[in-house]
Each structure stands twice: as C-alpha cells, then as structure tokens.
C-alpha cells in the first residue's frame, strides 16, 4: 500500500480567483521547492514526503498537483490522483501554510479538486489521514468525507490513518 495523505486531480487551465484573492492554478516545476518546503513544515517526520516522495506523487500517471497563490507566493497546495478504470480519486495531500490556516484556501482546492473530479467522472473520492490530526479529520468530515476504516501503523512514524471516503455527485 502506497502512503498517502489525502489527494486530488484536475484538467482545465484556466485559474479561478477566489473571495479570498487566491489564485488556483496548476503547479509548475518551478513551484516545487517551495511545495516541498510547505509540506516539510505541514507534516512530523516520518509523515512529510522527501523530495523523491513529493516528485513520485506530482508525476504519477492521472495526478494533478493545484497550487492556491495570492500575491505571487503560494500559500497552499493539493495533489490528487485519478484512478480512471475504477471511476475513483485519492487525495494525496493537501497543505497550507501554518500562518496561512483556516483561511479558506484549504476549502478553495478541495472545491475546485472536486470540480475537476465529477468533470472526469469520478464517482468515488478517498484520503488516508492521521487519526491524531483532529483538525484534518474534521476538515474533511465538514468536506463530506466519513471514515469507513482505520490503517493501523500506516505512517512510518507508526502513526494510524484513517480511510476517509467521499461519494461524489454527478455534475
């Protein structure tokens, strides 16, 4: 089983502004230093992605890598990756920057993730989130999602995850 954190994916190129003044855009290969260094400070060890980690997940087939930028600086970010054969997604991870939390640009990505995923079809939307991050779990329970099952010792720290599970709406 691969470790992911949670996940997305998206297919238009045309960004949207938000209430908040946020740009979502793709990433861009000149982004990823600066993704790295958001997740490096979202996560513990043993949960952040090292640089190999991040750029596997950026570059599997059927992943989409969503940056939320106000001001030229990207403020948070979201990889999701569709599964086309079986009309489901995984959210690899969504980070925001600490001083940047409960600002809404978390919501902004996950809005336009799931755009993007009814716009693909899919029926079925999964994340793996660690049961002790309490604000994660309830982002995405107000999200949507429900737990269907908990991984035990599925982080290298040997942390559990819970499998959180969304069912999409047909556009």
Known sequence: METTRHGCYHNDNNPVRSMTKALIRHAVREDFETLLEIDEASFPGGVAYNANELAYFMNRDGAETLVAEQAGEIIAFLIMEVHRNRRT????????????????????????????????????????????????????????????????????????????VKELERA
């Open 89 to 164: 997604a995984t959210l690899i991870t969504l980070d925001v920057r600490e001083d940047h939390r409960r600002s809404g640009y978390g919501t902004l990505l996950m809005k336009r993730a799931e755009e993007t995923l009814r716009d693909y079809g899919v029926e079925v939307y999964d994340l793996q989130v660690d049961i002790k991050n309490r604000n994660a779990v309830r982002f995405y329970n107000k999200h949507g999602f429900t737990v269907v099952r908990t991984l035990p010792k599925y982080y290298a720290n040997g942390n559990d995850a819970y499998l959180m």
